[in-house]
């Protein structure tokens, strides 16, 4: 093969591929994007916080013992429905017994020295009236005077100390019969035992400083869940919020409740590691009635601390994020950012603004938007686009990779999926 004919067809190869190459440019250039598309409505749309938590009565006591002794009987058994001044433990009162018949011996005895010392005053008292009599007379020494003035207050002092006597003696006997009452334990609410933990022939321990419970008794007619709230959303939440409550037992159905109670202790797990949580501890009561409810059973809570009428929402897909260099109207304050970042005025984060594309004659115009309250579906629009414009909703690779301001696309029906049977 000549020369010429060898550099003729590798010209040609190359002026084909540059042929390629240029189509193929043009063609990426005008590529129009497929998306999905909504109009931009005025709807109600409810901000909700989440949390998960366990479910418990509301009110919940703890049985033990104000003094200590062997258990005797024990009344009840665990799941038995019990009313308010029921027995329900008995202790041994052997102990007990023997003290308030101490103390009340000990109780008759003050009474009678304070009868003797009350008739010694008395006479203690007649006899200086007659020494002063005498005295006055001048039948009487000052030193006899003296002496019937000193024997009476003494006789005081004696009477006023025996009346001392009976008031402690009275007291011991008023603890002694306290202490023998608190060996019969009664249930203080209408409730269901819920726990036992000890038997008959068991010492119950009566302590100030450390509970021996004996018994759980609890009201199940009104329960709660004490859920735990993240310190971000907390703030959010405010006594007489409602709320679905999904209880795991019961997958099929939500139920009602309201906020009651909200703890302003934090709650900290991993506390000092790049784990740690703090969450804050929200009571929801439950409104329904619901039979098979058991303590300790987990739930999910969705609190509604915000619900918006007619205003402008979109889907919460639609709203994007853009560096402000790629907003056409927010070019002009890129440098001046650069500059302020630069110099520690402004963080990284605020040249990041949120964004929509609004489709016009089949091209994206990107928005720039400030975003209200959140549904699970939804985003408040408070400024940026109006009620009836046509917004970009999928696909999510549109969104946050492919779309730019001024880029061709192609609207297409959304996807519906359908559930096929096996």
Known sequence: MSNWKKILIVSGVVLLLAILIYVNVRKSSGETIPVQVEKVKRGTITHKVSGTGKIQPETDVKISANVSARITQLNVTDGER??????LVVLDRTRYEAAVTQAKAVLS??????????ASYNNAKISLGRTQKLFDQGLASAEQLDQASTKSEVQKSIYDAAKDQVIQAKARLEQSEDDLNKTTIRSPIDGMVIQRNKEVGEIAVGSQFKEDVILRVANLSRMEVQSEIDENDVVDVAQGDTSLINIDAFPDTTYHGIVTEISHTAIVTGLGTQEEITN????????????KLRPGMSATVDIKTETLKNVLIVPLQAVTVRSISQIPSLKKTVKKDSLEIAEGKISPESKIREVVFVIKNGVAHIRPVKTGISSDADTEILEGVKEGDTIVVGSFRALSKQLRDGKPVKIEKKKKFKMTSR
């Open 109 to 118: 005895s003050a009474k009678a020295s304070l009868r003797q010392a009350k």
């Open 82 to 87: 019990v009313h308010k001044g029921q027995v």
């Open 280 to 291: 804050f501890q929200v009571k929801i009561r439950i409104l329904d009635t619901i039979p």
